[in-house]
């Protein structure tokens, strides 16, 4: 009898995993997080910080930030990336598989550049516009080509016992399932639901979704809800189940679209309350 395969590129387990430690954050809640993930799934753990010193800028009276004070802002910078560090190690257990990157560079940029050793990128939630200091989530999962999970504020511990999956018959949400496969697997109720109220085949696409995920051991019920197909409306229902972990390909229409006329996108990278994972 031939033994049935994964699909290619289909994640059974995260083995490796980056947490983002941002600067103006206090570290411990998401070091917790990331820590009891990489125990949960036997990861090798990666703590990542970064910030960077904004660039040259005019003023009004035609002055510039001299190299002077540059640099004060850069040894501020280095000594606050050497207290996460810190941090990092005095938090994180000394059996777990562990390491640490830092830099001065914008942290959007640094995750980029490591997500090529890591299978999840966990990180806070949106924390202001500053590009230099915060991570863009955004242009995170837009470019880094790994799943990204943005943690609830000062959340430590997720369990994802509950786990919402925003369905639309797009690539990102196919890619979303899929990378999300082993918090699934681990889930006691997995609900897949999609807004829709006009498409007749919905059922049908929701159904071939089901049939996926119980090929993985994973048994699924599904839901049609009404309304617009708006974030609210299913932050909603997350909130209604219960749900500890939102599942959710990004940018089904362009981003340019999506923050110029709200989308749900949108409203899961500014929700704080659930924790969100998401795909492109």
């Given at each position: 009898?031939?033994?049935?395969?994964?699909?290619?590129?289909?994640?059974?387990?995260?083995?490796?995993?980056?947490?983002?430690?941002?600067?103006?954050?206090?570290?411990?809640?998401?070091?917790?997080?990331?820590?009891?993930?990489?125990?949960?799934?036997?990861?090798?753990?990666?703590?990542?910080?970064?910030?960077?010193?904004?660039?040259?800028?005019?003023?009004?009276?035609?002055?510039?930030?001299?190299?002077?004070?540059?640099?004060?802002?850069?040894?501020?910078?280095?000594?606050?990336?050497?207290?996460?560090?810190?941090?990092?190690?005095?938090?994180?257990?000394?059996?777990?598989?562990?390491?640490?990157?830092?830099?001065?560079?914008?942290?959007?940029?640094?995750?980029?550049?490591?997500?090529?050793?890591?299978?999840?990128?966990?990180?806070?939630?949106?924390?202001?516009?500053?590009?230099?200091?915060?991570?863009?989530?955004?242009?995170?999962?837009?470019?880094?080509?790994?799943?990204?999970?943005?943690?609830?504020?000062?959340?430590?511990?997720?369990l994802a016992n509950t786990v919402?999956?925003?369905?639309?018959?797009?690539?990102?949400?196919?890619?979303?399932?899929?990378?999300?496969?082993?918090?699934?697997?681990?889930?006691?109720?997995?609900?897949?639901?999609?807004?829709?109220?006009?498409?007749?085949?919905?059922?049908?696409?929701?159904?071939?979704?089901?049939?996926?995920?119980?090929?993985?051991?994973?048994?699924?019920?599904?839901?049609?809800?009404?309304?617009?197909?708006?974030?609210?409306r299913l932050t909603?229902?997350?909130?209604?189940?219960?749900?500890?972990?939102?599942?959710?390909?990004?940018?089904?229409?362009?981003?340019?679209?999506?923050?110029?006329?709200?989308?749900?996108?949108?409203?899961?990278?500014?929700?704080?309350?659930?924790?969100?994972?998401?795909?492109?």
């Amino acid at each position: 009898m031939m033994q049935a395969m994964s699909a290619p590129g289909v994640l059974m387990s995260y083995k490796s995993i980056i947490v983002n430690l941002a600067v103006d954050a206090d570290p411990a809640p998401i070091v917790k997080l990331g820590a009891t993930l990489a125990e949960r799934f036997g990861a090798h753990l990666i703590g990542l910080a970064a910030a960077d010193v904004p660039p040259l800028v005019s003023t009004g009276e035609g002055l510039v930030y001299e190299g002077e004070v540059m640099q004060i802002q850069r040894t501020e910078i280095e000594k606050r990336l050497a207290a996460l560090h810190g941090e990092f190690e005095r938090l994180v257990p000394t059996s777990l598989s562990n390491e640490w990157m830092q830099q001065v560079c914008s942290p959007t940029r640094l995750l980029g550049a490591a997500a090529r050793q890591a299978d999840l990128i966990v990180t806070g939630p949106d924390e202001g516009e500053n590009v230099f200091r915060a991570v863009d989530i955004g242009s995170l999962v837009l470019g880094i080509g790994r799943p990204v999970l943005v943690a609830a504020s000062n959340c430590e511990l997720m369990l994802a016992n509950t786990v919402l999956v925003a369905w639309k018959d797009t690539r990102e949400a196919r890619r979303a399932i899929a990378d999300a496969l082993p918090f699934l697997s681990k889930a006691k109720d997995v609900i897949v639901a999609t807004i829709d109220s006009e498409h007749d085949d919905v059922r049908n696409s929701l159904a071939d979704v089901a049939v996926y995920l119980e090929h993985h051991g994973i048994m699924a019920r599904t839901e049609i809800l009404s309304g617009e197909p708006e974030g609210e409306r299913l932050t909603a229902f997350a909130r209604s189940i219960h749900a500890d972990l939102i599942v959710s390909g990004a940018y089904g229409h362009s981003r340019l679209r999506e923050w110029a006329f709200g989308g749900m996108t949108r409203t899961l990278v500014q929700e704080s309350g659930i924790n969100r994972l998401m795909s492109y």
